[in-house]
């Protein structure tokens, strides 16, 4: 079984081989494409996979190509993990959007929107390559924004694109962790959007054991989001958000600390992969020792500001390991094998959401099997957390429809109608100035 990587130069592709070599069973992947528009960078995460394929009896075999259209024929599975502009385009968004005195995180308000806006041609180029060089193929969308950027795919591909992403696993996890359940036998009731989700409810045994946790203030202080979020927020919302709704409901928090940072996350990982390829890339170099040590101090400093504005202190070594390349070997396996499982992804709508069209992409969860991921009824969110689906998926619309038609006005109108960006003004100069730092963004006019 082939499996292709989109952006296979990137830093944490040596997590996806490294579930995949734990894997064998029947139906596994044999073959890698690494496709990058880098080749430096190719050759740098080639040396990685080697070094861990070492001691592994037969390794699937990885190649490494710059041409998309190579990449792409043959596959079975299809992982999209690109990012548009690069760490210096991340950093930009960052830079652009607080000068303004809002958040220019990479996937939540102005940041987000600006990401999209640049990478959204880029997911549409490759969805129709993908319908038209490898049609029987699942593609597998990692790339950020994650649920705007599978929803644009999905007007290409229909439910042969499904998102992932590792933060509603990280969360379930933590949560079953404290309650001293098993995660494998937890039902984790989440929904919303890809970073705006809540889990409301979690089943062992039949048995929703959220309220025990709530009812706990010393339970539900130990660990990550409650003391993120601070336990009376918790207990006033009935519920667990996912860790990017600090980024809404202490936004002015949020803002300052990343105003007052050294660096900003996306000027910070810039550097410190710099580094990292260039340190491969030197003679005699180790280089799986070198990127282990590198992904520590990644995983170490995430969400940090966030942390320090809460005061939540230091990142538990369990929160350390991350998971989305778990999620992604399990949907795969699911797929190829019918290994019925049980993920939450992001998925067309179709029913699930009676506030949402059947097209909108949502995460929640989804029974997947050899006819791909199915999203399971859930009950309507609180007026509150629809509120901000609702607002924010009327923003990703607009993101779309500006990608689609090169429309500045429309751009402006999806900075402007964002929670997280307070005034029409504010949105005209931010248009400006990512078209200003963004070669990519030139197709608005």
């Not at 496709?35 to 960078?41: C, E, I, P, V, Y």
């Not at 928090?253 to 007052?260: D, G, K, M, P, S």
Request: with cysteine.
């Amino acid at each position: 079984m082939k499996l292709t990587i989109l952006g296979g130069g990137g830093f944490r592709v040596p997590l996806v081989y490294g579930a995949l070599l734990g894997d064998r069973g029947e139906g596994r992947v044999t073959e890698v494409v690494l496709h990058d528009l880098d080749a430096g960078r190719l050759t740098a995460v080639t040396r990685v996979l080697a070094e861990q394929a070492a001691a592994v009896p037969d390794a699937p075999v990885v190649t490494a190509t710059t041409d998309l259209d190579e990449a792409l024929r043959g596959a079975d599975f299809i992982f999209s993990a690109i990012r548009v502009g690069g760490l210096e385009g991340r950093a930009n968004d960052e830079r652009v959007a607080l000068a303004e005195g809002v958040l220019g995180q990479e996937t939540v308000g102005a940041g987000g929107i600006a990401y999209g806006l640049r990478t959204v041609p880029v997911a549409v180029d490759i969805a129709r390559r993908v319908a038209r060089l490898a049609p029987d193929a699942w593609v597998i969308n990692f790339t950020n924004p994650a649920g705007l950027v599978t929803e644009a795919m999905s007007r290409h591909l229909g439910d042969r694109v499904i998102g992932i992403c590792d933060s509603p696993v990280g969360l379930g996890r933590r949560i079953a962790r404290v309650l001293g359940a098993d995660p494998r036998e937890a039902w984790i009731d989440y929904v919303g959007l890809n970073h705006l989700g809540w889990v409301r409810g979690l089943r062992v045994a039949g048995r929703d054991e959220l309220p025990r946790l709530l009812a706990d203030p010393e339970l539900l202080g130990s660990f990550e989001e409650g003391k993120l979020f601070g336990v009376d927020w918790l207990q006033a919302l009935g519920a667990i958000p996912n860790e990017y709704l600090h980024y809404y409901y202490f936004n002015r928090e949020a803002v300052r600390a990343y105003q007052q940072a050294e660096k900003t996350r996306g000027a910070f990982l810039h550097d410190q992969q710099a580094r990292f390829y260039d340190e491969v890339g030197a003679p005699g170099a180790k280089a799986l020792d070198v990127w282990d040590r590198t992904r520590a101090e990644r995983e170490a400093t995430y969400m940090s500001e966030n942390r320090e504005t809460a005061g939540a202190g230091e990142r538990d070594a369990d929160d350390l390991s991350g998971g989305y390349e778990k999620v992604a070997l399990a949907l795969m396996r699911a797929i190829a094998r019918d290994e019925r499982t049980t993920l939450i992804l992001n998925v067309r709508n179709q029913s699930t959401l009676a506030v949402l069209d059947n097209d909108a992409v949502i995460e929640v969860p989804c029974l997947v099997d050899a006819n791909g991921a199915h999203p399971v009824t859930v009950a309507p969110l609180p007026d509150h957390a629809t509120g901000l689906v609702c607002a924010v998926k009327a923003v990703e619309r607009e993101v779309l429809a500006a990608a689609g038609s090169g429309s500045r006005q429309t751009a402006v109108k999806a900075f402007a109608l964002h929670p997280l960006v307070d005034s029409v003004n504010v949105a005209r100069r931010l248009v400006e100035g990512y078209r200003e730092v963004h070669p990519g963004l030139a197709y608005l006019r």
